[in-house]
C-alpha cells in the first residue's frame, strides 16, 4: 500500500468516525473468508459496516474526532463496526460473537462516551431504531383503533338481536 493508498483510507476513515453514531471495536482472532463475508452482510442488511484497517491509520484517522479515546482499545488484529442507527452495529456485533470464538467484541464508544465490552452487549440489549419506530406508531394507532371499535360495537349488537329475534321467528 503506497502514500496515497494510506491517505485515502485515513480519509475514508476520518468521515466514517465523524458520520457516526457509534463504533464498535472487535477482536479478530482468525475468522475465516466465508465468516467475514457472513458478518459483513449482517452489517450492511442491519445498515452498518465493518472495516478492517491497519491499527496505526485508524489510530491518525481518529484524530481530531469524538472517537479519539477509542485509540487505546486498538491493540492487535481489529475491525471497527460503525452504524448511524446506534444500536445496530452492537447488536449484530454480539450476536455474531455468540457464533464464534474467533471473534470478540473489545469496547467502543458512542458518541463521547467510551464502552467497555460489557458496555456495548448493554447497548445491543436495547431496542433499534426500527424497533421504537414501530412501537411508537403502534401506539398512536392503538387509540384509533379502540374508538373505531367502541363507536362500532352498540352497530354490531343490535345488528345480532335483530337476527336472532328473525332467526326466532323463522323457526
Known sequence: MDRSQKADLV????SVFTETSVVVVTRNLG???AQSTELRLKMRDAGAQFKVAKNRLALIALEDTRYKPIGDLLKGPTGLATSEDPV????VAVE?????DKFEIVGGAMGDTVLDENGIKA???????DELRATI???IQAPATKIARTVNEPGAQLAR???AYGAKEAA
Open 11 to 14: 480519509d475514508e476513515l476520518k
Open 31 to 33: 475468522l475465516s473468508v
Open 88 to 91: 445496530a452495529a452492537a447488536k
Open 96 to 100: 455474531f460473537a455468540k457464533t464464534t
Open 123 to 129: 447497548l445491543a440489549a436495547l431496542p433499534s431504531l
Open 137 to 139: 406508531v403502534g401506539l
Open 161 to 163: 338481536v335483530f337476527a
